[in-house]
């Protein structure tokens, strides 16, 4: 559970002693209104916001690193179209390479939007147990069955990240190599996420079932997000309030510099 989304969750700082309702609240509102920027006078202020929340929250940097590794990979595979085919704007061209200036916008606009939503997102969902973050969610009458999905989803990862990893070691005894680029390797990996799959559906079945035969489903299940579980302090409120203030005052900014 090294790897746990929550691993920080025991620290004490402004934001994990927030209310998780609130934050829940405010920091949704803040993602919102990140996504709705179009243009890139507003970038620094999204950026400072962003260090802000993070700074305030005394989550490790590394913490941050680790968690954006992999989907920063991915976005950059992607990112690196834009400057090339997006536009008409010729900037430089270098052989068969010709970087535009409409794509190159497009690469700022896309990364630092990304990097501050899921900075935000970590910080949300990084600062509280994720119980916690679930029962705030659904004393907010989120739907009973999407808080299920997220909790099951969020338990249950880890043990399949668990199978994958001994299916790995299996391999490896068995000589296998992913650095090689075969015919016979791309069948073994082909292999791994098909029985991978099989084996998390089968494990769905079973959960499921033995679910019912608890009882779920059949009854109303009591609401245990009540008032008592929750330290609300007009602190908290008035942070809301604040980070609502700043959210609603970004998207009127858009939406001036859209207009003039």
């Known amino acids: 559970m090294n790897n746990a989304l929550d691993r920080y969750a025991n620290l004490s700082s402004p934001i994990h002693n927030w209310d998780t309702r609130y934050k829940f609240i405010s920091l949704m509102g803040l993602i919102f209104a990140f996504s709705f920027v179009?243009?890139?006078?507003?970038?620094?202020?999204?950026?400072?916001?962003?260090?802000m929340v993070f700074i305030f929250s005394r989550l490790p940097f590394s913490f941050?690193?680790?968690?954006?590794?992999?989907?920063?990979?991915?976005?950059?595979?992607?990112?690196?179209?834009?400057?090339?085919?997006?536009?008409?704007?010729?900037?430089?061209?270098?052989?068969?390479?010709?970087?535009?200036?409409?794509?190159l916008i497009t690469l700022i606009l896309v990364s630092t939007k990304f990097f501050c939503i899921l900075t935000i997102a970590l910080v949300l969902f990084g600062s509280a147990p994720f119980l916690t973050t679930i029962k705030a969610m659904r004393a907010l009458r989120l739907s009973p069955i999407l808080s299920d999905i997220m909790l099951l989803t969020y338990?249950?990862?880890?043990?399949?990240g668990y199978d994958l990893y001994t299916m790995q070691v299996a391999m490896k005894l068995r000589h296998f190599r992913a650095s090689k680029l075969s015919f016979r390797n791309t069948q073994s990996l082909s292999s791994l996420v098909g029985t991978l799959i099989v084996?998390?559906?089968?494990?769905?079945?079973?959960?499921?079932?033995?679910?019912?035969?608890?009882?779920?489903?059949?009854?109303?299940?009591?609401?245990?997000?009540?008032?008592?579980?929750?330290?609300?302090?007009?602190?908290?409120?008035?942070?809301m309030l604040a980070f609502s203030f700043l959210a609603f005052l970004i998207i009127c900014a858009e939406i001036y510099l859209r207009m003039s």
């Open 38 to 51: 179009q243009d890139l006078r507003l970038l620094p202020l999204l950026l400072i916001l962003t260090f």
């Open 64 to 103: 941050l690193i680790s968690r954006l590794k992999y989907p920063g990979i991915f976005l950059l595979a992607i990112a690196v179209i834009f400057p090339l085919f997006s536009g008409n704007t010729i900037l430089l061209s270098v052989g068969h390479l010709t970087i535009r200036l409409e794509g």
């Open 155 to 160: 338990r249950y990862i880890f043990d399949i």
């Open 199 to 239: 084996r998390s559906f089968e494990k769905s079945e079973r959960i499921y079932k033995a679910m019912i035969l608890r009882g779920y489903g059949y009854k109303a299940t009591e609401l245990t997000t009540s008032k008592s579980i929750f330290n609300s302090r007009s602190s908290d409120k008035l942070a």
